[in-house]
């Protein structure tokens, strides 16, 4: 079956061309697998499903019923610290890696729901970093310019389907990891509340505050695979189900906060927010200008805090036994947690307590907040210069989400005058997953202002 080497991977695009009997699961397979050839990027995939491996798993699709496999037929990639059944897990480490005997939940209930695996995805090693360039594999290349970073730590995942080779794609979220390569990409990257998404079979970062993302082009694709793996999971200690209504009947918040000065490190980022500001005014909402400094104070206790040793709690014995397996950059990271003793650990708890009554106010005068996604766009020779500075800096309004137990969704915005993607991120209390996205959907759909 001949199909346009341009088409659109989304959701609605292929259950339309499936139903009219014009595409079959197999021919996507294939033209992916051609598009991999043509764009020739090796650091997107460690692992590639083999093309006649995947058209046999599209083959042993049942019968198309959207209904009741929302996912028929979509393919996805999944990043490379998530277990997969049969093929090994590097968390982009080789002498770390390990074949898993089940397949993690999130990823079970992506295919049980009909989606056809494609491969597992690069990231920022053991998911450490915000710049998709801390691996021992070929770097992805960003889809928009090469010459920038990819975003991390889920990098591989959001090259992927920016460059039209997956419908949805995985990722894991623990600083931003879910955010900043959607941001970086022209992506949409949905970061559901803590728990809400099983992470057993995720190699940890830091498990307290870990959740599993989904990348996609469109807020409805999102929410799709995200609506597919919610739910209980009862041999995950950190699964805390929500009660969440359907995107399409949830009620969008209206009254939002903003940054009162936006930290913004260039003019072209400046001009990209000014102009998401307007397209969210032109959707009717009340916008809020917010002193933001508790939420920003919150964000430094990630790494300034005891929470690098919940990393090293993960990983650490792995990298004292193997410190030439580790990346440079990754082993730094790490060898900061000796600095903290269990006593900092509870007053870094303390210290979170506390920061959490002093953000819970907000809630009670907005309903949500929009910021940018992310403050800069760093180039591969800014980061070979200063390997920490842009990677901190792009972590400025991701940071404090997870440790505030907050729902998130990056949405593609206005364009950069330079031509690069930019976006805004809406941060929302737990639970309110549902409305951040039915927000989400009218601000990607509305006209530019």
């Not at 189900?241 to 009620?251: G, K, N, R, S, V």
């Not at 032109?282 to 400094?293: K, N, S, T, Y």
Request: proline share 9%; with cysteine.
């Amino acid at each position: 079956m001949t199909i346009e080497a341009d088409l659109s991977l989304d959701r609605a695009s292929l259950h339309r061309a499936y139903a009219a009997g014009r595409l079959r699961p197999v021919d996507v397979v294939a033209l992916i697998h051609r598009r991999i050839a043509a764009l020739d990027d090796p650091g997107i995939f460690i692992h590639l499903i083999p093309e006649p491996q995947a058209r046999a798993a599209a083959e042993a699709l049942p019968t198309f019923d959207p209904q009741k496999l929302p996912l028929w037929g979509l393919p996805v990639v999944v990043k490379d610290n998530i277990d997969v059944a049969g093929l090994p897990t590097t968390a982009a480490c080789p002498g770390f890696a390990y074949t898993p005997d089940r397949t993690a939940p999130a990823v079970q209930r992506l295919l049980d729901a009909g989606a056809v695996l494609i491969g597992k995805t690069n990231l920022d090693q053991f998911a450490t970093g915000l710049v998709g360039v801390r691996t021992p594999y070929p770097v992805p290349r960003n889809a928009f310019d090469p010459a920038r970073v990819p975003g991390g730590s889920s990098s591989g995942s959001a090259v992927a389907v920016a460059q039209g080779l997956a419908t949805l794609s995985l990722g894991t979220d623990t600083a931003g990891s879910g955010r900043v390569p959607a941001a970086l990409n022209g992506l949409v990257g949905l970061k559901p509340s803590l728990g809400v998404v099983s992470t057993r079979g995720v190699v940890p970062a830091c498990r307290s505050l870990d959740c599993v993302s989904v990348f996609a082009r469109t807020v409805p694709d999102a929410w799709a695979g995200f609506a597919a793996m919610a739910g209980n999971d009862p041999e995950d200690a950190f699964s805390c189900p929500i009660a969440w209504q359907e995107m399409d009947i949830a009620t969008p918040p209206r009254r939002i906060g903003v940054p009162r000065v936006p930290e913004l490190d260039d003019e072209a980022g400046r001009a990209a927010w000014d102009a998401a500001r307007l397209r969210l005014a032109g959707l009717g909402l009340e916008i809020v200008p917010l002193d933001l400094a508790d939420f920003h104070a919150t964000a430094r206790l990630l790494y300034d805090g005891p929470w690098v040793a919940e990393r090293a709690a993960a990983v650490g014995d792995f990298c004292t036994a193997h410190l030439d397996a580790v990346h440079p950059v990754t082993r730094g990271i790490l060898a900061g947690a000796d600095r903290f003793s269990a006593v900092d650990a509870f007053r870094g708890l303390y210290e979170l307590a506390e920061m959490r009554r002093r953000t819970a106010p907000v809630w009670q005068d907005v309903e949500a907040l929009a910021v940018p996604s992310v403050p800069c766009f760093p180039t591969l020779a800014e980061l070979a210069a200063d390997p920490l500075g842009p990677n901190a800096r792009l972590g400025t309004y991701t940071n404090f989400v997870n440790l505030l137990d907050l729902a998130a969704l990056a949405v593609p915005g206005p364009m950069r005058p330079d031509g690069l993607p930019a976006g805004i991120t809406l941060i929302g209390p737990r639970g309110s997953d549902a409305r951040l996205a039915a927000l989400g959907a009218q601000f990607q759909e509305s006209p530019a202002a």
